[in-house]
């Protein structure tokens, strides 16, 4: 007995009435109920949001920016969501209303814009009160749970919108605060250059200054020394005027009596001059006497000397004296003398004697005469002494007052000079501390030249930095700031819809359910195969190919199903439909052989395996996510494989994993008929778990 006929017997088997083919028609189309309905239901499920009523509050009151303009942010985000109709807006008037709705199911979500959300848009601007904008989301899992996703999807979406207009404007400010700036920089290094040329001319006038300070400073110190001087001479002034005071005052004191004396002084000059005048009558009037008395004396002298005569001339000699006209000395000589001198005779040589008397007498009254005239003049002195002592008083007495006043006055000059003298040495330190002074602001004079200068070449240097964008430049540059990363979608293989993106899975998954479906109705391995003498190899193989042959009717339907009716629209579709065909060659080898070995228990291991594929095979989220055990799982079972070389064909990605893929399908195809084999072996041997088995499925 051949394979073929093996095969061709159970085919008849199975299609031999009307039930029968109705039957194996159904099992064709399990992947159809499975796999196209599910991806036609779920084909695009994003292009149908429109038909989700949403509630939309808009309480946002608008704002003002610093520079006037008004911003209504939030009427322009409802505005452009109702535009998108990516949701069946609905406009609520109050939250309340919205919560509402979404809590009773009116609507599957509620967004909520409040009332400052344009006001903290433009807060930013306020460095002293930023504030986020928000955008108030009300959600309700038991609406549904993925719709939450798709409606953070969509208010990141929003929120990235609003935030890249908002940045783009923020940033067209920012680029004209710099064009601003720029400006400012030029003209603020226009204004530190002419900074520095008065700088220069500062450092010009402070040397100046300093020079100035310098020789006010060498002044100073004249001036210092000459009031030093000039205080040690009014010192000497004040101490000299001091002691004239003293000796006027005591001139003054030594001159009180000097009338009174003076005028006695002329009164008794008088009375001299009087009686030297009258000693000067008298003498005459002796001399004349003389020669007539020494006559009468040589006559008497000739008798006898007369004590009486000479008596006469002691008592002349005496009013002489008392007349301050002679001395007593000069008296008593003169008495002396004419003792002395012997009486004469009577003779010639009397007469010559007496006229040597007479001229001797004579010689003494010129003198006396003289005398007399001496003391005339110094009695006329004495007057004009007396008439001049009062006032020479008076002189003096004012002397002493001016003295004394002029001892006050020295001694004011004085302490007077010594204020100079201490206002000099101040003057000094002061031109000092000016000349020091002028000094350090000639030095930093030349410091502010020099940073002035190197002030405004920085500025001019900075403000070549500082960008001066045109409004072209402002409008690219603030659409980068808004928005500074772009990404690049290079997409090597993209699916062209949700469906098309789900679609490898769940063909592979309808494949499996299919060719599991087949082993309800049909037989693994016939009886009648196990009865004949066929090698265990055909009878294995014989029994594999009807599954073969249904599930690869499966395969093509489906395949035909999805990329016509669907529009999946491979970007290979006949290496999908090999490849479906493959898969299908190996999940019916392995779900036949392993229900031909087990038996009914064997229905149960397929429905594990299913599930166990369900979470390993990567069909919705990549099976690196998965718990580690299931990654062994993965690697193992075959419909990881099947959904990874459906994306590539699906998609047109790179296609050098298609060759091993198929050749794995075939090593899993001989896996499942060495399975049927063995299953074909151990049957052959009927037991009465054979005849009645404890379970039926």
């Known amino acids: 007995m051949t394979v073929l006929r093996l095969a061709r017997s159970e085919l008849k088997r199975m299609t031999g009435g009307l039930l029968p083919k109705l039957t194996i028609l159904a099992l064709a189309l399990v992947p159809l109920l499975y796999g196209a309905v599910y991806l036609y239901a779920n084909w695009d499920p994003y292009g149908k949001l429109n038909q989700i009523d949403a509630a939309l509050v808009v309480q946002d009151s608008g704002a003002t920016s610093a520079d006037g303009t008004r911003l209504e942010a939030g009427r322009k985000v409802a505005e452009s969501l109702v535009d998108g109709h990516v949701f069946n807006w609905k406009t609520v008037a109050s939250t309340d209303e919205a919560d509402q709705g979404v809590s009773n199911g009116t609507y599957a979500f509620a967004l909520k814009i409040p009332q400052d959300f344009s006001k903290n848009l433009i807060s930013p601007s306020s460095f002293d009160a930023a504030n986020q904008a928000m955008l108030n989301v009300t959600t309700n899992d038991a609406n549904n749970y993925l719709l939450s996703t798709i409606v953070d999807k969509l208010t990141t979406a929003v929120h990235t919108t609003v935030a890249k207009e908002v940045g783009e404007e923020t940033a067209n400010k920012l680029l004209t605060g710099f064009g601003t700036i720029h400006t400012q920089m030029l003209k603020a290094s226009d204004g530190a250059g002419q900074l520095a040329d008065g700088v220069a001319r500062l450092h010009d006038g402070t040397v100046t200054l300093h020079q100035g300070t310098g020789e006010l400073k060498n002044g100073a110190t004249e001036l210092y020394n000459g009031q030093v001087k000039l205080r040690d001479g009014a010192n000497s002034l004040s101490a000299g005027t001091g002691q004239l005071s003293s000796g006027l005052t005591e001139l003054k004191d030594k001159t009180a009596a000097l009338p009174a004396d003076a005028q006695k002084l002329a009164d008794g000059a008088a009375q001299v001059a009087a009686g030297n005048a009258a000693l000067s009558t008298a003498l005459d009037t002796t001399v004349q006497a003389i020669p007539g008395q020494l006559a009468a004396a040589e006559q008497a002298a000739q008798q006898a000397a007369s004590q009486a005569q ?122 000092q501390k000016l000349d020091d002074g002028a000094a350090q602001l000639e030095s930093g004079a030349a410091t502010a030249s020099d940073g002035a200068g190197t002030l405004a070449a920085e500025l001019a240097k900075g403000a070549g930095k500082v960008p001066n964008p045109d409004d072209a430049q402002k409008d690219s540059l603030s659409k980068v700031m808004a928005d500074p990363v772009a990404v690049s979608n290079v997409s090597q293989a993209k699916a062209g819809s949700y469906g098309a993106g789900l679609a490898p899975f769940f063909l592979t998954l309808a494949l499996w359910i299919g060719v599991f479906m087949l082993v309800q109705a049909m037989r693994p391995v016939t009886q009648r195969a196990l ?167």
Do not use: C
């Open 531 to 697: 009865a004949s003498n066929a090698p265990a190899w055909k009878i294995a193989a014989g029994g594999w190919l009807p599954f073969l042959a249904v599930s690869a009717v499966q395969a093509s339907l489906l395949t035909l199903v999805v990329d016509v009716g669907l529009g999946l629209d491979p970007a290979h579709p006949v290496l999908m439909w090999f490849l479906m065909l493959a898969a299908a060659m190996a999940f019916s080898a392995i779900i036949q052989g392993v229900v031909a070995l087990l038996g009914s228990p064997g229905k149960l291991v397929v429905l594990i395996l299913l599930v166990l594929q369900l979470v390993s095979s990567g069909g919705t989220f990549p099976w690196q996510t998965t718990p580690e055990p299931l990654h062994v799982v993965h690697q193992i079972l075959p419909m990881g494989y099947v959904v990874s070389g459906m994306r590539h064909l699906i998609y047109g990605a790179d296609l050098a994993i298609i060759l091993p893929t198929m050749l794995g399908l075939v090593g899993y195809t001989l896996l499942g008929l060495a399975m049927s084999t063995l299953a074909v072996r151990k049957n052959k041997y009927w037991t009465l778990k054979t005849l009645k088995p404890e379970i039926a499925v």
């Open 310 to 431: 000479r008596s006469r001339l002691v008592a002349s000699t005496s009013r002489l004296v008392a007349a301050g006209v002679l001395s007593q000395e000069q008296a008593d000589k003169v008495v002396a003398d004419v003792d002395a001198t012997p009486a004469p005779p009577a003779s010639p040589a009397a007469g010559a004697a007496a006229s040597a008397a007479a001229a001797k007498l004579q010689t003494a009254a010129a003198q006396v005469q003289k005398l007399a005239d001496g003391s005339a003049a110094v009695s006329g002195g004495a007057a004009q002494l007396a008439g001049a002592a009062p006032a020479l008083s008076n002189a003096v007495a004012k002397a002493s007052a001016g003295a004394d006043q002029l001892a006050s006055g020295s001694a004011a000059l004085a302490a007077g000079e010594q204020n100079a003298v201490d206002g000099a040495g101040k003057l000094v330190q002061g031109a």
